[in-house]
């Protein structure tokens, strides 16, 4: 399996606020890699960094074998292209219709008419389960939908990678099946990989091929969901446990 | 001079900078800049006339006032319309739509900046800058001039009608007098520097949204301070471009 992202070392601090001290990690392609971790422990800062959003300390960030952690903001924009990322309250630009937010990256950077946008709109919403929706505005929608909607963006530009930044978070157990059995159907139908960070048990189980497992700004633990089972880290089995007590 | 205050200075060089290579060597999005034009300009013409109005027939009535001491009357015309088109017009103009305009641009934009719309714009690999900096800058520089004409206008008619039905001056008098006052640097001088206010609402109102660093309470510290500064700015400021179009006329 080949590497999409290789992170050695690499430390971001904010202020005296040490979030990562040192993470070493390989992204594989055509895999979905679960990173776990409590709140606050730099999952989401770990996203960023990937994609440029924000930038390391230190430490390197390797994309397809080209060192891509220090690079001009519009040097990230090929890698953006190739890599969604979809935010932890899907981040729906609130001005625009259902339509209009699935357009933007279409209109962003294709040449395509406005009827075959419509149609990929269209396609993308209905991979994602929703019809008929693409006069509605963010706030008409509720937090599942919404996030559906913001995968349906995602989407659109076929990527390679998705980064999904808590994508259960705050949703009702049904509405969190459905977002995790979306997030494995991205696999399988269009062999898009995933990183998906949480603290969310369910969607570990679901959806993780690997288990990275973030503590104290290091990854504490990788590999299978059958070795984090075995794991001695006592957090991480913590993790575990209490969700066999529920 | 705090830290802070040299750390916005810089944020804002560094945005302009941004702001003028995407205004210049990138296709403009013209149906955003003629949204732009409507809210910052069109939907600014109440508050702005109704200002200008009042501004005018106040100062009409102080300034009777104050000259029939000296049986002066004759002047109100002179003192209005040089008071309106130098100096009242375009500061208070300025000033309205600073608090109107730029106090919703941060709102706005920071909204955008604490949702993380403008990470998923970046992550879209677009620019913010050229999406949501460039027309609202643009507006608030072309806006505000065509604002103050029509502010000015309007102040000298609230000063006509003062001084018609109020004072019993005749208008075409007073109409005469206005147009003997005004000379072409006048407006000039006065316009001049509605530019310069134009760009201080709009640099500082995008810079101070685009920075929110938390939630709702980052947002409204960021309003705040953008009506604050412009305000601030904007008076500062016209002391300096007074002396320079003086110097320049």
Redesign the interface.
Known sequence: MTHIFKLQQVVKSFGPNHVLRGIDLDIRRGENLVVLGGSGTGKSVML?LL?G?IQADSGQIIFEGQDITHLA?RA???I??RV??L???G????SMNVYQNLA??LK??TDMSSPAILAKVQDALTKVGLKDIEHLSPSDLSGGMMKRVALARAII?EPELILYDEPTTGLDPITTHTINELIRKMQSDLNISSVIVTHDMPTVHRCADRLAFLDKGVIAFIGSLEEARLSTHPKLRAYFEGEAID | MQQATLTQMGQVVILTGEWLSNLFLRKPELREWIKQFNHIGVQSLSITNITALFTGMVLALQAAYALSAFNADVFIGDLVSLSIVRELGPVLTALLVGGRVGAGITAELGTMKATQQLDAMRAMATNPVYKLVVPRLVACVICLPILTILANFIGIIGGLFIASFELQIDGHFFMGRVLDALSVNDVFSGLGKTFFFGYFIGIIACNNGMRVESGAEGVGIATTSTVVSASIVILISDFFLTKLFYMLT
């Open positions: 960023k994609i959003l903001e990230y924009y090929p953006r292209k969604s990322y935010f932890q309250g981040a729906l630009f609130d933007y990256p962003e950077h530009n």
